[in-house]
């Protein structure tokens, strides 16, 4: 992309480096998340606080505390709701910032660090990651699809796999720009879990990497993506939860001329839904609401596949509330 103005260009390199304040817990601090607990690693250390987005995402205080930030990679996760991103996110969601902003205020936090200088690979630690990873899965049985309402070849467009031991879902999780294997998401009846540990799942989405189109669907859950696939959908992404990260954002603007949501019809989706439309519609992306008003289903996976077809083709303006 080529910078057109000043503030352009800002953007742009703000978007690419990851800026982490000199001293972590006191940048919390600065933006009222006090730290209740600091968990030292060999490498680097976890600060413990209650989630600050946890009200407005599921409704309830974060009682446990349930959010980390790593000290030298700024990273931040919230391991009940899901709420992740680097550094600079916490920043504008805690000031409303705009990115740009959010640079300016760590910067003058003191000397800031970028992620990649702050934290070298924990070269025994993290488990090597490759396409071979995947070896031991397989293509998903029909029975399994039928269950889920997705197509075979829709599990094999988006790359979706089967554990036969475990009986679980596979998602692999892609860098969104090299499609490089980053991790997956296990996921079965009940239960998922992101391998490995700690995965960036936040800077990026699940679904066609390669696709560019008019119309993109953003969605919670990345078996729902297969779900919209397998009915045709095209352009059907998710984001690994309601939280959706500025990168992510970003990805789908860059991929789409409009953009319809349909994150989960429940308090954390329709929070998470009205804050993307607030942020990002005055950024120039035309969306509009997925149409739950036919249908007792919180997402497209609990759909019939009429439902789901026309909560998709009636996909609604903001202005026209339906809830
Ligand atoms: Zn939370």
Redesign the pocket.
Known sequence: MKPTSPTDFWDSLAAFANPVPHDVPDAMRALGIDVLRELSRTDSAEYLAH?P??LA??GKR?RRP??SVNGSTGLFH?F??G?AGPFIQLVEDGLGYDRVSAFQWIARQGVYRTAEEAAPAPVDEAPRINEASLALYTAPPARACARRSVTPEACADLGVLWDPETRHWILPIRDPVTRELWGWQEKGRRYFRNYPAGIHKSLTLFGDLTWTGEAALLLESPLDAVRAHSLGITGAFASFGAHVSEAQMRLLKARCRRLILGLDNDTAGRTSRDRIHNRWRPRGLPMKFLDYSHTPAKDLGDMSDADALAAYENAHHPWRRRR
């Open positions: 989630c987005a946890h995402l599921t974060d349930s959010f919230c009940s709701c709420y």
